[in-house]
C-alpha cells in the first residue's frame, strides 16, 4: 500500500496536466522510478487493426519506437483492450508483464503496461498499474468530444520526432534525478556503446564509461558538478579530453519537466542531454596551435638568424671601415717617412758635403799651398826652409786623414764590423754619457755578439742610436736604463728614461717627435722586428723592440703606441 500512495504522491506532485499525453508521461515515469522497470502506454493503429504504437513511457525497447508494433508481438495489449474493466497479469517468456486498459465511457481507447520484475512483487505492480489507469481515464474526454484525428497526428508526430532523433551523430535523450538514462537516441549503437534498451535505467557515467573503475574518474567528477548546478540553474554544460574513450567530449544539461512538492516548492524531473564528440574539431584546433607555434618558432628563429646575420654584417663593416682608416694612416704614415727620408738623405748629403767643404776642403787647400810654397822655396834654393814647410803639409794631411776617418765612422761605425754590434752599442752609449754627463746610463745585458744576427746588427745599432739621440733631445731625463736580453728566441731591447713623457694621443703625425716614432717602426719592421713605446706625460718613457733570433724575414710587426 505504501508503494501505492508513493506512487499517487509523485503523480500529483507532478502538477496539472492539460491532455492525456501529459499526465501519462507523468504517470509512467512515476511507475518507471518507483519499480525501476519499463512503464509503456500504447494505442492501437486505426489504419492498421492488427498493430499498436507506443505513445509514450519510460525506459521503452528501441524496436517499440520505431512505427507500429504488431499486437502478436504485444498480447497482453489485445488483452487488456479486450477486457477493459480488470488488470492482466501474464508473462512473455521470463518477463512478468502487469497491462490495463484506459476507458473512456465503455470503450477501451489505450492501455498501459509494466514489464519486468519478479513475482514475489506482482501484486504492488498490478494495483499501481490499476490506480494508473483509472487516474488517466478520469483524464481521457468521452468518444464523442475526442478528436481521433488530432490524437493520431500527435501520435505520428512523436514518432517523427524519435525518427528524427536517431539520425543524429549526438548522443541525445533524457535523465532522471538519479542520474538514470530514461531515453536515448540510437547514436549509442554507432558510438560502440551497447543497444538502446541495454541503456535504459543505466547511470549517465556508466554509460559513456562501461568498462570505467576509477575512482577518481574525470568525467564521473565532472558530471556530478553539472548535476549540483541543475536546479539553481536551468542548464549546465562542460567539456571533457575522455582519455577512456580516446574522445573529446561535449556534455550540455537541460531541464525539461519541473514538479512540485507539498510546500509548493518546484525541481526538474527529467533533463534531456546531448554529448557532442567533438575530437575532430579540438584535433584540428591542436593541430592549427602546434603549426601556429612552429610557424612561430620558425619565424623566431629566422628573425634570430637575420638578426646575427645582420650583426656579422655590421662587424664586418666595422672591420673594413677600421682596415680603410688603418691603410689611410699607413698611407699618411709612408708618405709621411717618405718624406722624411728624402729631408733626412738632403740633409745628410748637406752635413756631408759641409763637413768635406769645412775640413777636408780647406785642409787640403793647405796643403796645396804648402807644397806649392815649397816648390818656390827649392827653386830658390831655400832648402831648410822648404822642408819645414813640408813637414806642416804633412801634418795636415794626417789631420785630412782623421777627419775623413771621422766622416766615415758616422756613415757606418766600424766597431760592427769588427767588435760586433753589442760591443758596438757599448762603445756607442759610452761616448753618449761622455757627452751627456748628467744622464746616468745603467745597462742590463744578457747576449753576446754571437747571439745576435748580421741582418739585424745595423738596425738595432741605429734603432738604439736614434733613442738616445730621443733622450737627449727631449725626454730631459736624469737616468737610462739600457737593456738586452734573449727570451722564448726573441731579442728583447729596451731602454727606459724617467724624463718627462709625453701623450701618445696628442701627438701629431707630421710633427718631429711622431716621424721619429715612425721611422723608428720602418727601420724595425723592415728588418722583421716590432717597437712598443709605453708613455705618459709625466711617467716617463719606455721604447721595447723585439727581433725573433730565428726568423730575421719577418715582416708582420706593426708598431702599438699605449
Not at 246 to 261: C, K, P
Not at 439 to 460: F, G, K, M, R, W
Amino acid at each position: 500500500m505504501r508503494q501505492i500512495l508513493d506512487l499517487i504522491a509523485r503523480i500529483c506532485a507532478s502538477g496539472p496536466r492539460a491532455s492525456l499525453r501529459g499526465s501519462a508521461e507523468a504517470a509512467l515515469a512515476a511507475m518507471a522510478t518507483e519499480f525501476n522497470l519499463t512503464a509503456v502506454l500504447f494505442e492501437p493503429d486505426a489504419a492498421q487493426l492488427q498493430t499498436v504504437r507506443v505513445t509514450c513511457g519510460a525506459n521503452i525497447p528501441t524496436d517499440w519506437q520505431r512505427g507500429g508494433v504488431p499486437l502478436a508481438n504485444v498480447p497482453f495489449v489485445g488483452q487488456a483492450l479486450d477486457a477493459p474493466e480488470r488488470v492482466i497479469v501474464t508473462t512473455m517468456g521470463a518477463v512478468e508483464i502487469v497491462c490495463g486498459a484506459v476507458s473512456s465511457g465503455q470503450e477501451a481507447r489505450y492501455s498501459i503496461a509494466l514489464i519486468g520484475g519478479s513475482q514475489a512483487d506482482i501484486g504492488s505492480r498490478a494495483d499501481a498499474v490499476d490506480v494508473v489507469r483509472k487516474m488517466l481515464a478520469w483524464t481521457l474526454p468521452s468518444a464523442s468530444s475526442v478528436d481521433t484525428g488530432v490524437f493520431a497526428a500527435i501520435v505520428e508526430a512523436k514518432h517523427e520526432w524519435e525518427n528524427a532523433a536517431d539520425v543524429f551523430p549526438e548522443l541525445i535523450g533524457l535523465i532522471n534525478r538519479s542520474r538514470r538514462v530514461v531515453r536515448i537516441n540510437r547514436a549509442i549503437e554507432r558510438w560502440s556503446l551497447g543497444k538502446v534498451q541495454d541503456a535504459i535505467g543505466l547511470d549517465l557515467h556508466e554509460m559513456l564509461h562501461p568498462l570505467c573503475q576509477s575512482p577518481r574518474c574525470d568525467l564521473d567528477r565532472l558530471l556530478e558538478n553539472a548535476f549540483r548546478k541543475l536546479g539553481p540553474e536551468p542548464s549546465a554544460a562542460f567539456e571533457v579530453a575522455d582519455a577512456v574513450s580516446g574522445r573529446d567530449l561535449l556534455i550540455v544539461l537541460n531541464t525539461t519537466t519541473q514538479a512540485f512538492d507539498a510546500a509548493g516548492s518546484s525541481g526538474w524531473v527529467n533533463a534531456a542531454f546531448v554529448v557532442s564528440n567533438v575530437t575532430a574539431a579540438r584535433h584540428a584546433e591542436r593541430e592549427l596551435k602546434s603549426l601556429n607555434q612552429a610557424l612561430e618558432q620558425r619565424i623566431a628563429d629566422r628573425t634570430e638568424r637575420i638578426t646575427e646575420i645582420n650583426r656579422t654584417l655590421m662587424l664586418e663593416v666595422g672591420r673594413r671601415r677600421a682596415a680603410q682608416e688603418l691603410l689611410r694612416d699607413s698611407k699618411s704614415e709612408l708618405e709621411a717617412l717618405s718624406l722624411r727620408l728624402v729631408t733626412a738623405q738632403e740633409e745628410e748629403r748637406k752635413r756631408i758635403s759641409q763637413d768635406l767643404h769645412d775640413s777636408v776642403g780647406q785642409e787640403m787647400s793647405a796643403v796645396k799651398y804648402s807644397l806649392e810654397r815649397a816648390t818656390l822655396l827649392i827653386q830658390r834654393n831655400d832648402t831648410p826652409q822648404a822642408i819645414e814647410v813640408i813637414k806642416t803639409a804633412i801634418v795636415r794631411t794626417k789631420e785630412v786623414i782623421d777627419e775623413v776617418r771621422a766622416i766615415a765612422m758616422n756613415l757606418r761605425p766600424c766597431a760592427l764590423d769588427h767588435l760586433g754590434v753589442v760591443s758596438a752599442i757599448r762603445s756607442l752609449y759610452r761616448r753618449w754619457s761622455g757627452v751627456y754627463g748628467s744622464i746616468a746610463v745603467t745597462e742590463d745585458i744578457n747576449v753576446t755578439d754571437q747571439d745576435i744576427p748580421n741582418s739585424i746588427a745595423t738596425h738595432l745599432y741605429r734603432a738604439v742610436q736614434e733613442i738616445l739621440s730621443n733622450v737627449a733631445r727631449h725626454a730631459q731625463a736624469r737616468r737610462v736604463l739600457i737593456s738586452l736580453r734573449s727570451e722564448d728566441g726573441n731579442l728583447i731591447v729596451s731602454i727606459q728614461d724617467d724624463g718627462v713623457g709625453f701623450q701618445l694621443d696628442a701627438c701629431d703625425s707630421s710633427g718631429p717627435s711622431a716621424l721619429g716614432l715612425l721611422g723608428l717602426r720602418a727601420r724595425t719592421e723592415q728588418s722583421g722586428g716590432t717597437c712598443r713605446v709605453t708613455t705618459a706625460p709625466g711617467k716617463g718613457t719606455t721604447v721595447r723592440l723585439k727581433w725573433p733570433l730565428t726568423l730575421p724575414d719577418l715582416r708582420n710587426a706593426r708598431l702599438r703606441l699605449n
